[in-house]
Each structure stands twice: as structure tokens, then as C-alpha cells.
């Protein structure tokens, strides 16, 4: 008796084993790596219709050299160097999500968000307003909120489609170009935290398509910064001022910083790094001000300026000239951001929050009047710390 | 699919008494009776939620019981 | 008393059981819910909420001193009578219900939204109540075995995204600090109560020590563990995402799949998913442990192992009867829950400790 009630015992977990096998492979939700369609890089523009066009490049895990078809609702380009392993295809829908579904009906493979590195926003679709597109990267599971976020001169879609320089496609190459902080550098959560703050006002890095040297192949870069106020793209800040604007924003790595010191005829460049800036507000009656205190470090790396950066008077004159080169700068993105745009893409809202919320709360309505008021003094402290290997 | 959910119910519960009733055969029939309480309280659960999807949840249950006070929370 | 329970643990054991039985879902969801209230004070609300922690686990040694290596079930019949205790009893253990239930639909509800979304409910839930089935089912000794292994697990793992994190966190969102008062940190503080007044569980747990002094070290140092483990929390989700929080769902899960070193240390999500499994693992052993031994003591069985796996089955079943979907799981957890777990893990052992010190005092002995 003991020993059939054994065997039977054994039998019945033997069964429930093989039974689970097969629940517990999570048979519902298998996904081979080449049944996916990873999605690298997404492009978002507005179609003529105010249709959401989404372009996403897609990377194929095969052979480089294929040429992919194009059918249906939506069409499909190929970068067709040798080196070049993705493809741009492109849907048009409501949302970003009805769109994706649409394109995914062109595809054999199912679209897979989790590589997606970067999102460019077309001109006209950031004019028109970026913040309902926004949702869809938050909502679902699948974008991560550490991609980087860019908006393009003209159409995203021609930036997906251009080629990269060195990288293997052109999201990599945005990608790589954004971590290296030539320009802004957004990732998705911060450009959220942006939209849901008080300040009202976001900035993006601008991409542009590189048509001044012919042997680039057009391949896209930073170009400056789009400057948006709720979610709408109202204006555009040169390359130059760019720096000024990362200086406030304290997200300047590394920087070439070239200028004339005072009474020279020649140039000096230094390089800078460990940079930092900080924000000091203060609040004086109902004069609001923002003292603006940056500390770096520079080394000389090319002088033509006659001054001997040996000789302790000439080179504070040298250094001189590089802190007021700097203060130029962060003059000028105030210019623009704050008196001409009443944009704060400085956080200058948050800054005041942080340290008065008391007086902020009864200012935070009227932020956009209160903000082209505040007084913002620039004390640059940049020591010239070596003259480089030549001692001239 | 609900037949397949029924289905299984009825696995579920053919293998429970498969795997346990033998080692319940020392007279305790108290742990039998428990045993097969217990069952058929779940099955009649399940099987309520397999075919009537849409019975107020346990939740909401509670919610009638502690409804006004659970509103002050709501802040 | 006849022990149903023949096993014997060590202090340690049951705190790092304790820590693992509160502690594992706390950090999926509560974030997000102190973040709505709390804002930037969002981390000073677990504070709080240890401080009710504190009291239940006084509550529970309390009454267990009076009563020693007795469970709930079985002094509360003691102390109102047979038929107000076996009342008390019933709805405690209906509570005990309702807790695993939504505990296993907060797993199932993560785990499908973030890794299956094509699976049947039905399958993630009972492939999780099987396994705590037949760990339930091996005894108290081996379930504590699980949490020893599994707590340190868990507590390094959220160190380790705090650390990974830390180039991307940014110490500025916690200001300003009390900014607007400590009624902030008080308001968010709601879901952290209804969390760490779980600790009264351990009233389950206690008549099993080996050691009966050390019961309130062990409870008390798994508060603070888990007081560290839920600050923690609550700090990367702010410096990492600052208002942002709010709006999501599992921010700390979220938080996780943030990470990246190098370019080559990233999309951790798995591994971060699978260690909090682990650790919900051990949790929903020990509640469903607690709901076995409560209903063999409520219905007076010599051994509780047959009716693990019918309570397994029935447990399953409320994992679906507990809510239609995840916002009215959601809207329950903010608004009627807390209020019924006040009741049955501070009202009622309250109310119970205060007649039981009165019929001690008048010298009815008992």
C-alpha cells in the first residue's frame, strides 16, 4: 500500500514539473532577439494633415549591404553605404502610439522600444507643441526615460535618414555627440521635470543637417539650442550663446574658450575644465536677484597674443580677459533668454523656491513677469592654472 | 476560455486531494473537514469569478463597510 | 497550549523575516504615493511611519508576554470570551486575506505592465502562490531560512541603485527642507503608516522564538532596517527624479532601469526585478504562513500542512477578488485601506491589551 502511494505521489509531481515547464517559460510573452524590430532612434514631426509622423530608425541584425523594401501606408529608407546596418521607416498617425501601431503593420518584426537612445523633435511639431507627445515616453513601458531628447532644424525625419561620421548610425551619433556636451544635453525625465516645473520654459539641444563642408556627407550635428515655453518652440539661440546658456544651467563639462585680452592684438585660447557654477538668489525687499558664481580651471593651448603668461602681470591680464569672455557669454544667453524671450530655461524658479519658498509661492503665478526682472550678476572666477608645454 | 479556466479549476482540485488525502488518513477528521471547507470555498470563489467577472470585489466590500471614513483620507 | 508549530527560530531570524515580510513591496509603490503629499519632503514621511512600527511591535511582545507563546487567534478568546474572540479572530483573518491578496496583485500587476504583458493573470499568480505554497508547507524553520538568505539580497540591492545613481542625483531637489512646514511629510506619511503597522504580524511569529526576551530586539531592529531601506528608497526616487516621482508608477523600478556605467553597465532591470521577487517571495510565504496558522488555530487542528494548499487555492482566488483592476487597487490603498488595517493591526490589538491588562490587574489570573 505504502509503496504504490509512493510511486503514484512521485508520478503526480513528476507530471506537475513537466506542467510547469511550460507555464513558467512565460510562453505568452516570448520575444526571439530576431523577431525584434529594435528601434534606435525616433523621429517626430508634424505631417501636413497636423498628423503625428513618427520615423524610427531601425536597427536589422544582419548582414550590412541589404537593401530593405518599402510598402503600403508609409515608406522606408536605406542609408545604403556598407556600413550602415539600419533603416528609417516612417507611419503617420494621431499619437505617437497610433502611429507605432501603424508601423508596425509594415514590419515583420515587432517594434522594439527598449534600445531607443534618442528622440527628435521636427521644427514644426515643437512649434506646435511637444507636451502631448511627451505622455507616450512616460506612459509606456517601453522608452526609457534616459534617452536623450533633441529638436531638429526642418523635418526629423531628414536627420534619422542622414548618415553618421564615425558612429554606425546617426542615433549613436547624436547620442554620442549629446554625452559629450558640445551642445545641451536633455534626457527624456529631465526634459519632463522641465514641462512640470513652475518655470515654465524648456530648452532643447538644436540639431542641424552640416551643409557647410561637402566631404561630411550632411551628417546632422548640435547647432545650438531651440528654446521652448510650455512645450511650444518659440525661438533659437546661436551656437555661441549656447555656451552662455550651459554655464547658467552649470552643465558645461569641458569648454575652448578663445578671446583678444584687453590692450592685445592677438588671440588667446585656454581649455577649461572643472567648471562650476552656482546659482545664489536672494531676496531684498521686492528686488529679486541672482548672483551667478562660476569657478574653473583653465590651461592655455594656443597664445598670439604677445602677452608672456609667465609674467604674473601679464598673465591676470590674460586671465582677466578669459573671465570677462566668460561673463560676455553668459551676458549674452541672458540677453536672449531672459529679457528677450522671458523664457527661464535656467531654473532660476527653482533656485528662488529652494531657498525663499515662502515668497515664491505668492510670485509663482506671475513668474513670467517677475522673471525678466531679476537682477543676475556674474562674478567669474576662472584661475589660469598652466601655460600649456611652451612657456611663451 | 472560461470552459478552460473551469477545466483547470477542476485539476487544480483533483490534484490537491491527490497529493494530500493519503497523508490525512490517521483519523484526523477534523483536518479533512477543514480541508474540504477550505476547497470549496475557494472553488465556489473561483468559480464565481470565472463566470460572473463582475461581482464587487472585496475591496469594494470594504468600502461600503468604511466608506465615509475612508472619503476623509481621500485629501 | 498545544504548539502547532514545532519549529524554533532565532531572533535574528525573525527580524530579517519581519524586515522581508513588510519591506518588499513597500518599495515598488509607496514613492510614488508620499511624492503626490509629501513633495520634497517625500523622505522624512518613513520616519513617521517607523514611529507607528514602533507601537505595533510593542503592541504585539506586549501581549505576548501576557500570554505567552500564544498567537492572536488564540489569546484573543482568552481575553473577550470564546465567541467575541473567534469573531475578532475571523475578521483578523479575513484582513490576513486581503493583505496577501493585494500583496500578490501588486507583484502580478508589476510584473505583467513591466515583463509579460500577454500572460494571463491567472498563470504569474499561480506560479507565485505555488511556490510560497510548498515553502509554507515545510515549516517556519525553513521559511526563515528563505529570509535570511534573501533579506541581505534585498537590502543591497536598492543600496546598490542608490549607489549606481549617485552621478545622476541631484541633492538640491530635497530643499527646501520642511520648507512649507511638517504637515507635508505628515500628509504623505498615510501609505508608510499603513505599511509599518504591518509589523503586528509578528505577533504570529513570536510564540515560536527560541529565545522569548529577545522578541522585542528582533522586532525593533527590523523596523529600523526597514526605516533605513524605505529612506533610502524615498531618496533616490527624489534626487533621481524630484517632482517627477508622482507621476510615476514604480519609481524605483523605474529609477533602476535608469542606470548606466560606462556605456556598458545598464538595462539592470532584470536583475533588479528578479531580486524583488525573491524578496516578495519570502513575503508572501510569511503572510500565507501567518493565514495557515491563524485559521488551524482558529478551527482547533492538531496540524496545520493540510490545509496549506487549499488555503494556497483560496488565496488565488482573492488575488483576483481583491480589485477589477490596478487604479481601484489603487484608490483602495490611499483611501479605505489604510483605515481598515488601522483597525485591525492598532485599533483592535490596542483595544485587546488594554481588557487584558484590566482582567490582569483585577487578579482574575487567566
Known amino acids: ?392 | 476560455m472560461k470552459l478552460l479556466f473551469t477545466l483547470s479549476l477542476a485539476l487544480i482540485v483533483w490534484g490537491l486531494f491527490r497529493y494530500d488525502w493519503p497523508r490525512m488518513n490517521a483519523g484526523m477528521k477534523k483536518e479533512k473537514t477543514a480541508f474540504i471547507g477550505i476547497i470549496a470555498v475557494a472553488a465556489f470563489l473561483s468559480i464565481l469569478l470565472i463566470w460572473f467577472p463582475r461581482i464587487p470585489s472585496a475591496m469594494k466590500m470594504i468600502d461600503l463597510l468604511f466608506g465615509p471614513l475612508g472619503s476623509i483620507l481621500k485629501t | 497550549m498545544p504548539m502547532i508549530e514545532k519549529g524554533k527560530i532565532s531572533s535574528l531570524q525573525l527580524g530579517l523575516a519581519m524586515y522581508l515580510m513588510i519591506g518588499a513591496t513597500s518599495t515598488l509603490i509607496v514613492p510614488a504615493i508620499s511624492a503626490k503629499q509629501a513633495k520634497q519632503d517625500m523622505w522624512i514621511s518613513p520616519i513617521w511611519g517607523a514611529l507607528w512600527g514602533i507601537l505595533c511591535i510593542f503592541l504585539a511582545w506586549k501581549l505576548e508576554r501576557l500570554y505567552p507563546r500564544s498567537t492572536f487567534v488564540e489569546y484573543s478568546e482568552r481575553i473577550v470570551g470564546k465567541v467575541a474572540g473567534k469573531a475578532i479572530s475571523f475578521v483578523f483573518l479575513f484582513f490576513l486575506l486581503l493583505v496577501i491578496g493585494s500583496i500578490i496583485r501588486e507583484y502580478e500587476e508589476f510584473i505583467i505592465l513591466a515583463f509579460l504583458p500577454n500572460t494571463p493573470m491567472a498563470v504569474v499568480v499561480a506560479g507565485i502562490v505555488m511556490a510560497s505554497s510548498f515553502a509554507v508547507r515545510s515549516g517556519l524553520e525553513v521559511l526563515v531560512r528563505f529570509a535570511v538568505l534573501f533579506a541581505p539580497l534585498f537590502g543591497l540591492l536598492l543600496a546598490f541603485i542608490f549607489l549606481f545613481l549617485l552621478p545622476d542625483l541631484d541633492w538640491q531637489n530635497v530643499r527646501p527642507v520642511l520648507g512649507y512646514g511638517v504637515m507635508p511629510s505628515i500628509k504623505g506619511a498615510i501609505e508608510p503608516i499603513a505599511w509599518f503597522i504591518e509589523f503586528f504580524a509578528i505577533a504570529f511569529l513570536l510564540p515560536c522564538l527560541r529565545n522569548r526576551k529577545s522578541g522585542l530586539r528582533a522586532g525593533l531592529g527590523a523596523v529600523l532596517a526597514m526605516l533605513a531601506t524605505m529612506v533610502l528608497a524615498h531618496l533616490t526616487c527624489l534626487l533621481l527624479f524630484g517632482d517627477l516621482t508622482a507621476d510615476l508608477m514604480f519609481p524605483v523600478f523605474s529609477a533602476s532601469r535608469f542606470i548606466s556605467i560606462a556605456d556598458f553597465f545598464s538595462h539592470v532591470e532584470s536583475i533588479v526585478a528578479t531580486l524583488w521577487l525573491l524578496g516578495g517571495f519570502v513575503q508572501i510565504s510569511m503572510w500565507q504562513y501567518a493565514l495557515t496558522i491563524g485559521t488551524a488555530q482558529w478551527l482547533k487542528l492538531t496540524d496545520y500542512r493540510p490545509i496549506v494548499f487549499p488555503l494556497g487555492f483560496l488565496v488565488i482566488a482573492f488575488a483576483k477578488w481583491v480589485a477589477p483592476n490596478f487604479q481601484d487597487m489603487l484608490a483602495f490603498f490611499l483611501t479605505t485601506g489604510p483605515v481598515f488595517s488601522l483597525l485591525c493591526l492598532v485599533l483592535i490589538p490596542a483595544a485587546l491589551l488594554f481588557i487584558a491588562l484590566i482582567r490582569k490587574s483585577f487578579g482574575s489570573g487567566n
Open chain 1, 1 to 392: 500500500m505504502n509503496g504504490s502511494a509512493r510511486r503514484s505521489g512521485m508520478g503526480l509531481v513528476l507530471a506537475l514539473l513537466v506542467a510547469s515547464s511550460i507555464g513558467l517559460t512565460g510562453c505568452w510573452d516570448r520575444q526571439e532577439v530576431n523577431d525584434l524590430a529594435l528601434v534606435m532612434g525616433a523621429g517626430l514631426d508634424l505631417s501636413e494633415d497636423n498628423k503625428l509622423e513618427l520615423s524610427v530608425q531601425i536597427f536589422v541584425a544582419k548582414q550590412a549591404g541589404d537593401q530593405q523594401g518599402s510598402a503600403g501606408g508609409g515608406s522606408g529608407m536605406s542609408s545604403g553605404t556598407a556600413k550602415e546596418q539600419t533603416t528609417v521607416y516612417t507611419a503617420t498617425g494621431d499619437t505617437i502610439a497610433d502611429a507605432a501601431t501603424k508601423l508596425q503593420e509594415l514590419l515583420p518584426r515587432k517594434v522594439f522600444w527598449g534600445h531607443g537612445e534618442v528622440f527628435v523633435f521636427g521644427e514644426q511639431l515643437a512649434k506646435h507643441g511637444i507636451t502631448d507627445q511627451t505622455d507616450f515616453l512616460m506612459r509606456h513601458p517601453g522608452p526609457r526615460l534616459g534617452a536623450f531628447v533633441f529638436v531638429s532644424k526642418g523635418k526629423a525625419k531628414d536627420v534619422m535618414a542622414r548618415p553618421s561620421q564615425l558612429e554606425r548610425n546617426i542615433s549613436e551619433g547624436l547620442r554620442e555627440m549629446a554625452k559629450s556636451q558640445t551642445g545641451l544635453r536633455v534626457n527624456v525625465k529631465e526634459l519632463m521635470q522641465m514641462l512640470k516645473s513652475d518655470a515654465g520654459a524648456e530648452a532643447l539641444p538644436l540639431v542641424s543637417i552640416n551643409k557647410r563642408n561637402p566631404e561630411s556627407n550632411q551628417s546632422p550635428f548640435i547647432s545650438g539650442t531651440a528654446v521652448l515655453k510650455d512645450g511650444k518652440m518659440v525661438g533659437q539661440i546661436d551656437e555661441y550663446t549656447t555656451r552662455g546658456i550651459m554655464w547658467l544651467r552649470n552643465s558645461v563639462k569641458e569648454s575652448v574658450i578663445t578671446f583678444k585680452p584687453a590692450g592685445s592684438n592677438g588671440f588667446v585660447s585656454a581649455h577649461l575644465n572643472r567648471s562650476k557654477v552656482r546659482l545664489i538668489p536672494s531676496i531684498r525687499g521686492d528686488e529679486w536677484s541672482i548672483r551667478v558664481q562660476i569657478s574653473s580651471e583653465a590651461n592655455l593651448i594656443q597664445n598670439e597674443s604677445g602677452l608672456d603668461p609667465l609674467e604674473p602681470r601679464q598673465a591676470n591680464r590674460i586671465q582677466e580677459g578669459l573671465n570677462d569672455e566668460v561673463s560676455d557669454r553668459i551676458e549674452s544667453a541672458l540677453a536672449e533668454a531672459q529679457r528677450k524671450m522671458d523664457a527661464d530655461i535656467f531654473g532660476f524658479s527653482d533656485t528662488f523656491r529652494r531657498s525663499y519658498p515662502k515668497q515664491w509661492e505668492r510670485v509663482k503665478k506671475n513668474w513670467s513677469e517677475k522673471f525678466p526682472q531679476v537682477r543676475v550678476d556674474v562674478s567669474s572666477d576662472v584661475r589660469l592654472k598652466r601655460p600649456g608645454f611652451s612657456g611663451k
